[in-house]
C-alpha cells in the first residue's frame, strides 16, 4: 500500500514537472508552487497514516505471535502434566498388582497353614482319644487314673504300687509339645529315669510299655 502512495507520488511529481516546463509566467509558476506544496503535504499526511496502520499491523502481529507463543507454553505444560500424571497412574496400576499378588499369596499361605493346624488337631484328637480308651483299660488293671489339667496336660497317678499304703499316689505330667512328640515331666515321687522313658515312647511309639516302665519305676522307689 506504501509502494502504491510513492507511485502516485511519483507520478504527481512527474507531471508538476512537465506543467512547469511549460509554464512562463510568475503567476503561474506560484500556482504550480502551492499545487506541489499542497500535494507534498497530502502525501505527507497519507503517508503518515499507512505508517501508523502498518505499525498497528506490526503491534497486532507481534501481539498475535506472543499470544500464540503464550499458548504453545501452556499446551505444552498441560502435555508435561498429563504424561506425569499418565506415569503416576501406571505406577499405581503396579503397585496395585503386587499388592494383590501379595494378597493372594498371604490368603494361599494362610489356608494352607491353617489345613496343617487342622489335621495336627485332628491327629492329637485321635492319639487323646486312643490315650483315654487306654486310661480305662489301665485304671482297672493297673491302679492307673488319667485326669486332664492345665496347659492340656494329662495327669497319669498310679495306686496300688504301696502295699503298706495301696492309695498313695505316684503320678506324672505328659503333654504334646510343638513337634508333637511327648513331654514327660512334674513326676512325684521323682524318677531319675523318667527322660529315658520319655525318649524310649518317642521313638517306639508304645505307650503301653513306657507306663508299665514307669509303673515299675515307682514301684521300684518303695522297695529300695
Not at 71 to 87: F, G, M, V
Amino acid at each position: 500500500m506504501v509502494e502504491d502512495e510513492l507511485a502516485l507520488f511519483d507520478k504527481s511529481i512527474n507531471e508538476f514537472w512537465n506543467k512547469f516546463k511549460s509554464t512562463d509566467t510568475s503567476c503561474q509558476m506560484a500556482g504550480l508552487r502551492d499545487t506541489y506544496k499542497d500535494s507534498i503535504k497530502a502525501f505527507a499526511e497519507k503517508l503518515s497514516v499507512k505508517l501508523k496502520e502498518e505499525e498497528r499491523m506490526v503491534e497486532m502481529f507481534l501481539e498475535y505471535q506472543n499470544q500464540i507463543s503464550r499458548q504453545n507454553k501452556l499446551i505444552q505444560e498441560k502435555k508435561d502434566n498429563l504424561l506425569k500424571l499418565i506415569a503416576e497412574v501406571k505406577d499405581k496400576k503396579q503397585e496395585l498388582e503386587v499388592l494383590t499378588a501379595n494378597i493372594q499369596d498371604l490368603k494361599e499361605e494362610y489356608s494352607r497353614k491353617k489345613e496343617t493346624i487342622s489335621t495336627a488337631n485332628k491327629a492329637n484328637a485321635e492319639r487323646l482319644k486312643r490315650l483315654q480308651k487306654s486310661a480305662d483299660l489301665y485304671k482297672d488293671r493297673l491302679g492307673l487314673e488319667i485326669r486332664k489339667i492345665y496347659g492340656e496336660k494329662l495327669q497319669f497317678i498310679f495306686t496300688n504300687i504301696d502295699p503298706k499304703n495301696p492309695e498313695s499316689p505316684f503320678m506324672f505330667s505328659l503333654h504334646l509339645n510343638e513337634a508333637r512328640d511327648y513331654e514327660v515331666s512334674d513326676s512325684a515321687p521323682h524318677l531319675e529315669g523318667l527322660a529315658e522313658f520319655q525318649e524310649n515312647v518317642r521313638k517306639t511309639n508304645n505307650f503301653s510299655a513306657f507306663l508299665a516302665n514307669v509303673r515299675k519305676a515307682f514301684t521300684a522307689t518303695v522297695y529300695n
